[in-house]
């Protein structure tokens, strides 16, 4: 029996050897907390045949932590007070400690404190229905020991990690701070050239500014206005090129640095909106170029070589949206070349000069329409001296065609009906005579009207209508050929309207009268914002000069003097024998 009971005790005790064996195992292959308090729970269950273990862990200033439990079943759960009392005992003892609760599901714990070098870094209880024995309470203290070892080294991987962590976030955060002050050094630095190149730009719009009140002549503003712009970027050469109607660039006279002479042999440089080319690139794109004589692209570097430079920077030269060409510096005297902030100033003046440019044409436009009005206000000051005598004349002349024409045929007819009172009088002969008589006065005073005031002016439409009604009065007089090419705005006002027919009417009323012409042509068509007439016959003609001796020289005053006073003009050419021309121009109001 002896040797019996002492096999069956070695065999239990080889048993426990192992199964702490495989719990050493088993706890050197895990790193983490949870899984070396997952491992350790599960041997206590097996070893002590518990209900139920749990694991507690204390931070370094011994405050509770973490807590893992598992239970046998999988559903059994202890109450928090009865582990926090367990917790009590357990951290009053070194040995392991039990006593008996009031839950029959948990009648006996057993806990041990977890101690590693020293320290200590948790607690480890199981609970049953059953009680220990002491080898079970002995087992669970050698396991508790085993398992707060590997816990403790967990807790330090878990540590270094956090160490590591922490060391990686501080590097990215210096990463970032470094990336920061890089940037913020770089905004400073960009702060600075925005401000330089802001004080160069204010100075340029300043200098152009003083340059375009000085009152020099354009050639001396460019010449005056490029130096300015070379002192501003450094450079050794300044030129304008200008936009030429042909599509190309022609540099301008006046550049810094170079004389006028060279300028001239400059090839102009074709330049449109459809090409690629750099000048094109430039005028009609925004496109800011900068070369060096060490590029590869030939674009522009005729330019280089023309002017004898290494570098040039280029920007577009504009008015509004108006294309003017561009503005160029080259030969920069900085060893790194042209920059952006050279761009930056080139731009404004660039946009500066567009817009002086504009103002000197706006000027010289000006200068134009005062001297137009001018001799408006000439035209004027004569109608009104002529006033009078225009208008008794115009009277008379209304009584004198009423008088010789459509009087003159009513005498006639009346004389004609009186006759029909005679003895052995036609009266089929006389009625004809009379009506034919009564027909050409109703013409008479219908023509006359029809030029005092045209109806069909006022109606949508009539102005185009009126003109040939007028011209077909012209066939019907005189039997010429009347060939017309006529092309109105009818969007315009009736006193331009009835401006443009009396011309037409006066100029028509000669040849009926005094030209006996057998072709007449009639010219009417719009010109920008403004008409264009003229009027040619093939009659007797006259000697301008000997105009105001002649028959109807009121009629030709009067188109002088109504196209100025519009602010227009009439020119007429003629010749004994050779006909009459008369054109007139006259703006849409």
Request: hydrophobic share 40%; glycine share 8%.
């Amino acid at each position: 029996m002896k040797g019996e009971t002492a096999s069956r005790l070695e065999s239990g005790v080889w048993d426990l050897l192992e199964g702490f064996q495989a719990l050493s195992s088993a706890l050197a292959s895990h790193k983490s907390v949870a899984e070396i308090s997952e491992t350790a729970l599960w041997f206590a269950l097996e070893l002590t045949k518990s209900s139920i273990a749990f694991i507690g862990l204390v931070d370094e200033a011994g405050s509770p932590d973490r807590v893992f439990s598992k239970a046998a079943d999988g559903s059994a759960s202890m109450p928090q007070d009865e582990i926090e009392r367990l917790f009590v005992a357990a951290a009053a003892s070194s040995s392991p400690v039990t006593y008996f609760g009031p839950n029959p599901a948990f009648r006996s714990y057993c806990g041990q404190q977890l101690v590693a070098g020293g320290q200590v870094v948790g607690m480890m209880g199981v609970a049953s229905s059953t009680g220990y024995t002491a080898v079970q309470q002995r087992a669970f203290a050698v396991l508790a020991h085993q398992a707060a070892a590997a816990l403790s080294i967990g807790q330090l991987n878990e540590r270094r990690q956090q160490m590591v962590d922490t060391l990686v976030n501080l590097r990215g955060d210096i990463d970032r701070l470094e990336k920061k002050k890089l940037i913020a050094e770089e905004r400073a630095k960009a702060a600075e050239r925005v401000e330089r190149a802001h004080e160069a730009s204010v100075a340029t719009l300043l200098a152009i500014s003083r340059h375009a009140r000085s009152g020099h002549s354009t050639g001396d503003f460019y010449r005056r206005l490029t130096a300015s712009i070379a002192e501003l970027v450094a450079s050794r050469k300044v030129l304008f090129w200008q936009l030429r109607d042909d599509g190309t660039l022609a540099a301008i006279p006046g550049g810094h640095g170079v004389n006028d002479d060279f300028v001239s042999q400059l090839h102009p440089v074709p330049c449109d909106r459809e090409r690629d080319d750099a000048a094109s690139r430039v005028v009609f794109g925004d496109y800011i170029f900068r070369a060096t004589g060490n590029d590869d692209t030939q674009d522009f570097l005729h330019a280089l070589d023309s002017l004898n430079v290494n570098n040039a920077i280029a920007v577009p030269w504009r008015a509004g949206e108006q294309r003017l060409g561009l503005v160029a510096a080259y030969d920069s005297r900085r060893p790194e070349g042209f920059s952006r902030e050279d761009a930056w100033v080139l731009q404004k003046a660039g946009l500066a000069a567009g817009l002086v440019w504009q103002l000197k044409y706006a000027d010289t436009d000006l200068k134009k329409t005062t001297d137009r009005l001018q001799k408006v206000d000439t035209a004027r000051q004569m109608l009104l001296k002529n006033v009078s005598t225009a208008v008794d004349k115009a009277r008379k002349r209304f009584a004198g065609e009423l008088h010789d024409d459509a009087l003159q045929k009513l005498t006639a007819a009346e004389l004609s009906l009186q006759r029909l009172h005679e003895p052995g009088a036609d009266h089929s002969v006389l009625l004809s005579e009379t009506e034919d008589l009564l027909a050409q006065t109703e013409e008479a005073l219908r023509r006359l009207l029809f030029e005092v005031r045209p109806p069909a002016l006022e109606i949508p439409g009539g102005f185009e209508d009126t003109i040939h009604d007028r011209l077909a009065m012209v066939r019907s007089l005189t039997g010429a050929e009347v060939e017309a090419e006529i092309e109105l705005p009818d969007d315009v006002s009736y006193e331009f309207k009835s401006t443009i027919f009396r011309q037409v009417a006066e100029a028509v009323t000669n040849i009926e009268k005094h030209a006996a012409a057998t072709a007449v042509k009639v010219v009417l068509k719009p010109d920008e914002r403004a008409v264009y007439g003229m009027i040619t016959d093939n009659g007797r003609g006259f000697v301008i000069s000997e105009r105001e001796h002649l028959p109807g020289h009121l009629g030709l005053l009067a188109l002088h003097e109504r196209s100025l006073l519009a602010g227009g003009w009439t020119r007429i050419e003629s010749e004994p024998g050779r006909g009459t021309k008369v054109e007139f121009w006259i703006p849409i109001d």
